[in-house]
């Protein structure tokens, strides 16, 4: 499966998730999952399926191992961040207990970030020098 692919199944599956807690917090009339919610949706959803537009559209052909990296480090840090708040809004852990995962969670998607402007980078250089 190409990376775009892969984005976009793992961009639908945090949507459906996201959906869902909106309806629990809908349907409970307790929208205390509000942050965990706009997190699922957004770094989730949002993120994951343009990083999947930028795989079908701009990258040609990436690093295949940097690229895997990006996806998993992307993927493991979206989990562990919504789960994080999803236990901290939920009461079910203290934030002292959570720090260490949402910490974790937020550096790792900052550096899938900063990992997905290197493949776009590599991949404008690569193109620049063929077209020359």
Avoid at 70 to 93: R, S
Avoid at 109 to 118: E, G, K, N, Q, T
Wanted: aromatic share 10%.
């Amino acid at each position: 499966m190409n990376f775009d692919r892969k984005y976009l199944v793992w961009a639908l599956g945090y949507l459906i998730a996201g959906m869902g807690v909106g309806l629990y917090m809908a349907a409970s009339k307790n929208h205390a999952q509000l942050v965990a919610h706009a997190h699922i949706l957004m770094v989730g959803f949002a993120v994951s399926f343009i990083y999947g537009i930028i795989h079908r559209l701009w990258l040609q052909r990436p690093s295949k191992a940097l690229a895997m990296t990006q996806f998993v480090l992307h993927q493991a840090a979206a989990i562990a961040m919504c789960t994080g708040l999803l236990l901290l809004y939920g009461g079910v852990l203290p934030e002292s207990t959570l720090t260490p995962l949402l910490g974790a969670g937020s550096v790792g998607v900052l550096l899938a970030a900063l990992l997905m402007i290197w493949l776009v980078r590599q991949s404008s250089r690569a193109e620049f020098a063929t077209s020359r």
